[in-house]
């Protein structure tokens, strides 16, 4: 609280609620390692360092517009087509051009869907361990996160009916599912999703399937859009983002897609209140159109080399346990200690080999219920030597930590 004028001002309760990014808290002790001259492997953040495609960074040469001007709301013609055509043509799904809304990363999309399909107060269904970001969103909305806690030891795979109808409130107003996972990297198969839009549609509840990452699986994988759900078109708002699958985070550009028109009126209504999505990132995204199915094989081929690396440094640790990632390019790790969070700020703080540490992002941060403290999260974003030096400093970490 703070005191003008002999007047009292308070902090708003959604202000107050709103959650420190576990992927981000740790960074004022990573720069300062760095000052000290530290190198620091960041394996606590998505950020890709695989090049953007050639065929995206040109098209900023080819911008001859002599005002740079507002975009349309729902976006560019030109952007929403090629979206529609990446879903008939990659996806096999037939979509509107008034089913896709352009937004501001997938973190907007998000955003809208949360204040779109629940009331202020209301309550919101969420696997967990989940995007940690959630909580933020969930705060800027005002509903309330209830969990429905997945295991390690069982893959992290979505829990049974009964446990869902367990969590179930009568507040409760929509489900958020990402798949493949962020943080857990588990790819969930049909039958789980069709028994979850089975409990929606029994509860009367959205479903809002976070699909960023679906061209990420490996092993032979395919991960099964929300949209490919027989009997779920009025319940379904799908979360994309071109950030991840072209390695354009800084772009921020993603999508809101569902089949429903009044969330998808709703959403348009709110798009329209923050007037557009950037337009200089729906003129690039449109040059992706040039790039085949060859691309993403050859980017998913590299990370499940990555996955591979570190699953198999990882496991050799004695104490260490993870189940192999599916997708995406997570993993959630437990560790052989009691506080993750005590030991990534110790390895910034006090450690170093030979002029050298890493930062990951506590998973307590991941979780709505008391969980995770023992656990940290993984990005396997970085290329296969310096994910090797990765885990040996984590090794090494690990046994000084415990004889100190």
Not at 171 to 193: A, F, H, K, M, W
Not at 273 to 286: D, E, K, N, Y
Not at 300 to 318: A, F, W
Not at 332 to 359: C, K, N, Q, Y
Request: glycine share 8%.
């Amino acid at each position: 609280m703070t005191i003008i004028d002999n007047r009292r001002v308070a902090l708003s309760r959604r202000g107050q609620r709103m959650p420190a990014s576990p992927i981000r808290k740790l960074m004022p002790l990573a720069d300062a390692a760095k000052a000290r001259g530290i190198r620091v492997y960041h394996l606590n953040i998505g950020q890709p360092d695989i090049e953007t495609p050639a065929c995206m960074l040109d098209r900023l040469k080819q911008i001859d517009d002599r005002v740079l001007a507002y975009s349309p709301s729902s976006g560019t013609p030109a952007f929403l087509q090629s979206l529609r055509s990446y879903y008939e043509h990659r996806l096999g799904l037939s979509l509107e051009i008034d089913q896709i809304l352009a937004t501001t990363g997938g973190s907007e999309a998000i955003l809208f869907a949360f204040m779109a399909c629940a009331n202020e107060g209301d309550d919101i269904l969420v696997v967990e361990p989940f995007y940690a970001n959630y909580l933020s969103f969930a705060a800027m909305a005002g509903v309330n996160v209830v969990p429905v806690t997945s295991r390690g030891r069982e893959g992290f795979h979505l829990p049974e009916r009964a446990i869902w109808e367990r969590t179930v409130t009568p507040r409760t107003r929509l489900v958020i599912l990402c798949n493949p996972s962020n943080p857990t990297g588990t790819v969930y198969r049909r039958d789980e999703l069709e028994m979850v839009v089975d409990f929606c549609r029994e509860h009367g509840l959205f479903l809002i399937s976070d699909e960023v990452y679906r061209e990420f699986v490996y092993d032979g994988r395919k991960a099964i859009s929300a949209l490919e759900l027989a009997g779920a078109e009025e319940l379904v708002v799908v979360v994309d983002s071109l950030s991840k699958r072209y390695s354009a985070c800084g772009i921020r550009l993603g999508a809101l897609v569902t089949r429903n028109a009044e969330v998808y009126d709703a959403c348009l209504r709110m798009a329209q209140g923050r007037l557009s999505p950037p337009g200089l990132a729906q003129f690039i995204a449109v040059g992706a159109e040039s790039l085949g199915e060859e691309y993403t094989r050859q980017i998913v081929s590299e990370y499940q080399r990555r996955r591979d690396v570190l699953y198999e440094g990882l496991t050799s640790i004695p104490g260490v346990f993870l189940e192999k990632p599916e997708g995406a390019f997570y993993c959630v790790v437990r560790l052989p200690i009691d506080d993750a969070e005590r030991f990534a700020a110790w390895m910034l703080s006090d450690f170093e080999h030979e002029g050298e540490t890493v930062l990951v992002a506590p998973a307590r941060g991941f979780y709505a219920s008391p969980l995770g403290g023992n656990e940290i999260r993984i990005a396997y974003v970085l290329k296969e030597e310096d994910l090797r030096r990765s885990v040996e400093l984590i090794r090494i970490a690990l046994k000084q930590y415990k004889e100190g």
